[in-house]
């Protein structure tokens, strides 16, 4: 069984800083992707950004592009997700995923992590 754990959500103010960590265990393939969704009151869940296996492939929702950065350790199993000048529509709960199949559907979702920001 897999699990996957975020942390390191929380309560900040426009323009501040966070980083999400995304823990994995259990049984995983060899190789897999993984990515960060979240979802805000009211709203769908939606796509915040992905990365490969090995680091190369990575994609962003436009709403982030250039504010944050994914990047993934796979010794540890573990997917970051470092966001800058967070702003109140960042507001969400944060989703870690992993093993994307072909169509674009990710096998393992973690139970999220609140993110609030206050402006």
């Known amino acids: 069984q897999v699990q996957l754990v975020e942390s390191g959500g929380g309560l900040v103010q426009a323009g501040d800083s966070l980083r999400l960590s995304c823990t994995a265990s259990?049984?995983?393939?060899?190789?897999?992707?993984m990515g960060w969704f979240r979802q805000a009151p009211g709203k769908e869940r939606g796509f915040v950004a992905s990365i490969s296996w090995s680091g190369v492939v990575i994609n962003y929702a436009d709403s982030v592009k250039g504010r944050f950065t994914i990047s993934r350790d796979n010794a540890k199993k573990a997917v970051y997700l470092q966001m800058n000048s967070l702003n109140s529509e960042d507001t969400a709960v944060y989703y870690c995923?992993?093993?994307?199949?072909?169509?674009?559907?990710?096998?393992?979702w973690g139970q999220g992590t609140q993110v609030t920001v206050s402006s």
């Open positions: 259990g049984r995983l393939p060899t190789i897999y992707s």
């Open positions: 995923a992993a093993e994307r199949n072909p169509a674009g559907q990710y096998k393992y």
